[in-house]
């Protein structure tokens, strides 16, 4: 785990198409792919598509609320698509967080049967 630098980060280049990803969906204001290094069956990011200091959870400003809600809700949406038979959601804040791209993503992971607690 590393911490925050406020440099772009690899998801910068995956918004602009620079480096490719596996896309499940777009939209004005998120986007979402597969993670390159699953930890489940189904395993996909939703990310801002506008960093614009969210660089983790614990930076999120009061007027960000509504992306908030946004990524969560698309999340919930792709979640049950791909993984019907329940996800789970998970968002690595700081160093002690495990959190290693310091661009706000909502993991969703499922396909198969999620162990508590992850350790
Ligand atoms: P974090 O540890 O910050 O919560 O999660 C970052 C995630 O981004 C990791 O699960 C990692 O596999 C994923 N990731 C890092 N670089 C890339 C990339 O270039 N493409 C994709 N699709 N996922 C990436």
């Known amino acids: 785990a590393v911490q925050d ?5 690899i998801f910068d280049k995956i918004i602009a ?11 004005e204001t998120a986007l979402v792919f597969h993670d390159v290094n ?3 069956p189904v395993h996909f990011l939703v990310i801002p598509k506008q960093r614009a200091g969210l ?9 960000q609320k509504d992306i908030l809600g946004h990524l ?23 160093k002690d967080g495990a959190q290693s791209v310091y661009h706000l993503h909502l993991h969703v992971m499922g396909g198969r049967q999620m162990q508590w607690p992850p350790g």
């Open 17 to 27: 198409g620079e480096i490719p990803c596996n896309k499940v969906y777009e939209d």
């Open 72 to 94: 969560l809700f698309v999340a919930a949406q792709e979640g049950q698509k791909l993984c019907p038979g329940g996800y789970r959601i998970v968002v690595n804040d700081g």
């Open 55 to 63: 660089t983790q959870l614990s930076n999120a400003r009061a007027e």
């Open 5 to 9: 630098t406020g440099s772009p980060t």
């Open 38 to 40: 699953p930890q489940a």
